[in-house]
């Protein structure tokens, strides 16, 4: 979290769009919650479907 907590707090790097990736499921859900309240962020349980890394990038950065 202390990587996410200076990315968040420096001007330059504030607004960059992180997923986040784990194979633990329960941490993720922790995960989701400190993201969402550092700023524009998404989650991803491994393994995953390319599907769905495709829509948590379009969710983060819009449609190509």
Do not use: C, M, Y
């Amino acid at each position: 979290w202390d990587l996410l907590e200076t990315l968040h707090q420096s001007p330059s790097t504030r607004g960059i769009p992180l997923l986040l990736t784990s194979t633990t499921p329960s941490l993720l859900k922790q995960a989701e919650a400190e993201a969402a309240s550092l700023g524009n962020h998404r989650t991803l349980v491994k393994p995953f479907d390319v599907d769905v890394l495709l829509e948590r990038v379009q969710e983060l950065i819009g449609p190509a």
